[in-house]
């Protein structure tokens, strides 16, 4: 087994081997997750025998970094091979503060390598809420500059680099805005509840499906109409993020913050 940097010649590989381990059949998707971190960031792979068996990847904004897509295929698991994927990972990264989402699978794993405990992120499909046409929604295809001083606020770092790069339809009204990227609604940033439903409810509108909130809007969510499909806790190695969590009611996704 060796570990080595990825380069895009191998997105096909990796991709296999992230669907495998996390039991997914979406490709496209995947594929362009590993387009984004390798534009933007940079992942290591895990050979055996010539083939790509394992998968891990960063992306630092100033301060913080997020890792995300760390997968064994499942025959080569519980052989150490995620652990020593993880400690080359941590030892590439500068930043004074590191983050992830973190699996069931993986949350002992970043136990033992020093992650923290952070707060629940929950995946809810929101197919089932009524869906509102609200003209004080407007739609864009661009994140305005007073929409990324929002989004710093809640994240606690600047993230244009990544979010100037999501080809989505943006939605937004005073207070808050979303962005709509293959039926998931995130980041979305509101002031409050009421901006937050408003946006909510004018994404469903638009062919939205689903929402990654944190567990302080668990509750809110689900007098919406929405329902839980999954979750994940947010953990931190290093210094404390300065975040604004009252902001966030939509992360982006697990991978990226
Ligand atoms: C999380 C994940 C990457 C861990 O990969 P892995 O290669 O199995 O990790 P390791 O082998 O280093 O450690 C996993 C477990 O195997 C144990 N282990 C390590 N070497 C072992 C060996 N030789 N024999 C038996 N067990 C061993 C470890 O103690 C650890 O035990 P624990 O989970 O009970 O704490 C893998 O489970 C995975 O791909 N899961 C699906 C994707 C996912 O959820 N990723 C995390 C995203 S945040």
Same mark, same amino acid.
């Given at each position: 087994?060796?570990?080595?940097?990825?380069?895009?010649d191998d997105i096909n590989e990796m991709s296999l081997a992230w669907a495998d381990s996390i039991n997914s #059949?979406?490709?496209?998707?995947?594929?362009?997750?590993?387009?984004?971190?390798?534009?933007?960031?940079?992942?290591?792979?895990?050979?055996?025998?010539?083939?790509?068996?394992?998968?891990?990847?960063?992306?630092? &904004?100033?301060?913080?970094?997020?890792?995300?897509?760390?997968?064994?295929?499942?025959?080569?698991?519980?052989?150490?091979?995620?652990?020593?994927?993880?400690?080359?990972?941590? $030892?590439?990264?500068?930043?004074? #503060?590191?983050?992830?989402?973190?699996?069931?699978?993986?949350?002992?794993? &970043?136990?033992?390598?020093?992650? #923290?405990?952070?707060?629940?992120?929950?995946?809810?499909?929101?197919?089932?809420?009524? $869906?509102?046409?609200?003209?004080?929604?407007?739609?864009?295809?661009?994140?305005?500059?007073?929409?990324?001083?929002?989004?710093?606020?809640?994240?606690?770092?600047?993230?244009?680099?990544?979010?100037?790069?999501?080809?989505?339809?943006?939605?937004?009204?005073?207070?808050?805005?979303?962005?709509? &990227? #293959?039926?998931?609604?995130?980041?979305?940033?509101?002031?409050?509840?009421?901006?937050?439903?408003?946006?909510?409810?004018?994404?469903?509108?638009?062919?939205?499906?689903?929402?990654?909130?944190?567990?302080?809007?668990?509750?809110?969510?689900?007098?919406?109409?929405?329902?839980?499909?999954?979750?994940?806790?947010?953990?931190?190695?290093?210094?404390?993020?300065?975040?604004?969590?009252?902001?966030?009611? $939509?992360?982006?996704?697990?991978?990226? $913050?």
């Amino acid at each position: 087994m060796f570990i080595r940097k990825a380069s895009s010649d191998d997105i096909n590989e990796m991709s296999l081997a992230w669907a495998d381990s996390i039991n997914s #059949s979406n490709l496209d998707r995947i594929r362009t997750t590993f387009t984004v971190f390798l534009k933007l960031g940079e992942c290591l792979v895990v050979e055996e025998g010539g083939e790509v068996i394992g998968t891990g990847c960063y992306i630092s &904004y100033s301060h913080l970094s997020w890792i995300g897509n760390v997968g064994i295929k499942k025959s080569f698991q519980r052989k150490g091979y995620g652990r020593k994927l993880m400690v080359d990972l941590l $030892g590439l990264i500068r930043t004074e #503060s590191i983050r992830l989402d973190a699996t069931e699978a993986g949350y002992g794993l &970043y136990k033992r390598l020093g992650f #923290s405990d952070g707060y629940k992120t929950i995946a809810f499909d929101i197919s089932d809420v009524k $869906g509102v046409n609200d003209d004080r929604v407007k739609i864009t295809n661009r994140l305005e500059d007073w929409m990324l001083e929002l989004d710093k606020e809640a994240f606690g770092d600047d993230r244009s680099k990544l979010l100037l790069n999501i080809k989505g339809k943006v939605i937004y009204t005073q207070g808050g805005y979303g962005v709509i &990227y #293959s039926n998931i609604l995130g980041p979305l940033i509101a002031e409050n509840d009421e901006v937050a439903e408003r946006l909510i409810r004018s994404g469903v509108r638009l062919g939205v499906s689903g929402v990654i909130t944190t567990e302080d809007k668990e509750y809110y969510i689900r007098k919406l109409g929405g329902k839980k499909v999954g979750e994940c806790v947010r953990m931190t190695k290093g210094k404390e993020v300065k975040e604004n969590r009252r902001l966030i009611y $939509g992360i982006f996704r697990y991978a990226f $913050g």
